[in-house]
């Protein structure tokens, strides 16, 4: 993870943990793609919640970016 995500990571964490308490155990995953401009799309589904992950790496390989929303 870059140092610019991981810190936004700490800041958010609090939320991050309660949106993902409140979502419910993890059911299932699945790779829908690899957008235009190099994010990799996941829809997740939850006990209580559906939602879409998204995914980039930088050119080192680390993870320079995540997006997590809910899906209707």
């Given amino acids: ?3 610019m ?3 936004a990571t700490r800041e958010q964490a609090p939320k991050i943990k309660a949106d993902l308490e409140k979502a419910g155990l993890l059911q ?3 790779f829908k793609g690899v957008t235009s401009e190099g994010w990799d799309v996941y ?3 939850f006990e209580n ?3 879409e992950w ?3 790496l930088a ?3 680390r ?3 995540a997006w997590i929303r809910p899906l209707p």
Avoid: N
């Fill in 49 to 51: 919640e559906k939602m």
């Fill in 54 to 56: 998204r995914f980039v």
């Fill in 1 to 3: 993870m870059t140092d």
């Fill in 43 to 45: 829809d997740v589904t």
């Fill in 59 to 61: 050119d080192d390989g």
């Fill in 28 to 30: 299932d995953h699945l």
């Fill in 63 to 65: 993870m320079s970016g």
């Fill in 5 to 7: 995500l991981a810190e």
